[in-house]
């Protein structure tokens, strides 16, 4: 199903200065700001597609703004959310270095600008500034840190209930506008949800309307308030 999808890369460059937002990894961040003083603007409208998974790597590609998700389809065929990408991020860099097709698709959520840098001029910055090569690797370890962490912690949560309440509770804190806020956007679908817990969409909406009815959560437009987080962190935990 995957492969037959098209692959829509808009590659508009434009004129003016476009910098990354750091992430708080000031390895991330070194890294970031370097590539990027060597990096092609583009634009991409939501729903195009950065790269494809099983796509020969061309190269990377820092998110400046917008939010992308990386996705990748499981052995039955169902479409799978590993992550969604925020501004300050290098996307494709492990498929890039390693010269193997990329692992998953990268899709924009959301109008989006990234610069990409070529895999052949990377793998020249590379070999000509050790120092470069090095923080390119530590960037490539802690992101392979986090994604194992992140396998682990689904991967102890026994039920869709406690996925999804364990979801609610990092997406709200990440999320957030600030730390006086109460609510975080959530402009994701019940499917994507389901994509990203590993459920069906008709599960999360069951246990939406379950979490809302108890009072644990309520919905102010598009922003989620965790109306009760004790409960919540409680249904996450049993």
């Keep these: 199903m995957l492969a037959a999808r098209r692959l829509e890369t ?13 992430k708080s990894s000031d390895t991330f961040s070194d890294v970031v700001a370097r590539l990027a003083a ?3 603007p583009l634009w991409h409208p939501k729903g195009a597609a950065l790269f494809a998974e099983g796509q020969p790597p061309c190269g990377v590609f820092i998110l400046y703004s917008g939010r992308v998700k990386l996705f990748t389809s499981s052995a039955d065929g169902r479409s799978r959310i590993l992550k969604f990408a925020d ?40 070999r000509r500034h050790g120092d470069l090569a090095m ?17 682990r912690a689904m991967g102890r949560l026994r039920s869709a209930r406690q996925k999804l309440a364990t979801f609610l509770l990092d997406w709200s804190e990440s999320n957030r506008p600030s730390r006086d806020e109460t609510g975080a956007r959530l402009a994701l679908t ?31 437009g598009c922003n989620l308030v965790l109306t009760d987080r ?3 962190e409680s249904s996450a935990a049993n």
Aim: aromatic letters at 8%; glycine letters at 12%; hydrophobic letters at 40%.
């Design 190 to 220: 019940h499917e994507e949800i389901a994509q990203v817990i590993g459920t069906s969409r008709e599960t999360v909406t069951r246990l939406l309307s379950g979490f809302k009815a108890k009072g644990l959560i309520q919905w102010q």
């Design 10 to 22: 808009v590659e508009n460059c434009h004129e003016g200065s476009h910098r990354p937002l750091g």
């Design 87 to 126: 501004p300050g991020e290098v996307l494709g860099l492990a498929g890039t270095l390693s010269g193997h097709p990329y692992e998953a698709w990268a899709e924009a959520i959301q109008p989006t600008q990234t610069g990409f840098v070529e895999r052949t001029f990377l793998v020249q910055l590379m």
């Design 38 to 40: 060597f990096a092609t």
């Design 230 to 232: 004790v409960a919540l």
């Design 135 to 151: 923080r390119v690797a530590m960037q490539l370890g802690e992101s392979y840190y986090s994604a194992i962490a992140g396998v």
